[in-house]
């Protein structure tokens, strides 16, 4: 709160701010509410507890926090806070907006939307970097740059790519395909030359959505050049960054230290959107919300990552119309696999935690998805015990 106070001063703003744990101080009366929550756990080691619970069966995550056992995990484990949080939304603030930035991030802007009247939207800046790596193989600026896109969050098609008006898209896919395969794009290159479509959210998020995650059976042969997550996650390295980087906040906020200011916005451009939704006018996005036709072959209720246009009305998905077929294949498995999901967490049920495990691209068969269950179960203890 002491940085804040300061930059506060700085630009000699008007903003009044209040730091509390009182959930119902914080949310009495409020237009728009960002949620970062994270069930990492300290230094990231509850999520560390999956990725090794998992190994023995097999399973070697890259990320696991959408996707895959560990993804699942999290899913039960973040999606009734969520739940619990727009239910006390409902009474405090009912007409408020709920900004959201924690994974899995279409289960749980689903769960919101299924089980409370209020409005949540889901930031993520996966395409915003997408864009990026059009423009270096375009050899173009990323201003130029124009694209359609649907799919669900980390699990994104390309379906369309302009520059100043004009179709690139066969240039920019002859190009990536020619160029030698990048760091961290190989599985998306592979994708594209079976799919004739880009996929955002680079190899170590998309390749769990596929069976090609379990070509690997222990943390030396994971392919495309990618690491186990669990070799990722160093306790000792984190809670050292993380006490340095508590001491230079800590410095700022005393005055001790120079004043860091953001000189340029984070692609999600918080401020701009809540702008937006309050005041208007409106602004188009690439955000997370729920399909209402605007993807003419997914569920109207499905959660979906697109344009949408952001303002006082809230965010109106733009239409795109039909996935190619080898999208939606794909993509409508994702979708019913996160609904069973959102309801096992909502429901407390086991059944429908093993159903959701089974539809997992990562599991191979119903007895692994249920010994899969109870190995994450056993390392997470009380957080998972209600579906023993």
Request: net charge positive; charged share 25%.
């Amino acid at each position: 709160m002491g940085r804040g106070q300061r930059i506060n001063r700085h630009y000699k703003s008007r903003l009044k701010i209040v730091a509390t744990k009182d959930r119902a101080r914080a949310l009495d009366g409020a237009d728009a509410a960002i949620a970062s929550i994270g069930v990492h756990g300290p230094s990231k080691q509850w999520h560390k507890l999956d990725v090794e619970a998992v190994a023995q069966f097999g399973i070697m995550q890259t990320t696991g926090d959408t996707v895959g056992p560990s993804g699942i995990s999290q899913g039960l484990r973040i999606i009734p806070i969520f739940v619990d949080l727009a239910k006390a939304m409902e009474r405090y603030c009912p007409g408020c907006f709920l900004l959201n930035h924690s994974n899995p991030m279409g289960p749980i802007c689903r769960a919101v939307t299924k089980t409370s009247s209020i409005p949540i939207i889901g930031y993520c800046h996966n395409v915003a970097g997408g864009i990026g790596t059009f423009a270096k193989v375009l050899g173009a600026q990323p201003s130029e740059l124009d694209v359609v896109v649907a799919g669900v969050n980390h699990m994104i098609w390309l379906l369309g790519l302009r520059r100043n008006g004009q179709d690139v898209y066969p240039e920019f896919r002859r190009k990536f395909l020619a160029e030698k395969p990048r760091a961290t794009r190989m599985f998306t290159r592979e994708l594209m030359e079976l799919t004739g479509l880009y996929m955002f959210g680079g190899d170590r998020h998309i390749i769990e959505f596929f069976p090609q995650a379990r070509r690997a059976d222990k943390p030396g042969n994971i392919p495309y050049e990618m690491q186990w997550r669990s070799d990722m996650i160093d306790g000792k390295k984190l809670n050292k960054e993380l006490t340095k980087n508590t001491s230079k906040l800590v410095d700022r906020a005393k005055g001790k230290a120079p004043l860091l200011v953001q000189r340029e916005m984070s692609p999600e451009a918080m401020g701009l959107q809540i702008k937006a939704l309050l005041t208007g006018p409106d602004k188009v996005h690439v955000v997370n919300v729920t399909n209402n036709g605007a993807v003419t072959n997914l569920p109207p209720w499905a959660l979906v990552e697109l344009k949408s246009i952001v303002g006082p009305h809230g965010a109106r998905p733009v239409m795109v119309g039909e996935l190619p077929a080898v999208a939606a294949r794909w993509t409508l498995a994702q979708i019913y696999a996160h609904e069973l999901l959102v309801d096992a967490a909502i429901e407390g049920s086991r059944e429908k935690a093993i159903q959701a495990l089974a539809s997992d691209p990562m599991i191979r068969d119903f007895d692994e998805a249920r010994n899969v269950l109870d190995a994450m179960i056993k390392a997470q203890g009380r957080r998972l015990a209600r579906f023993r």
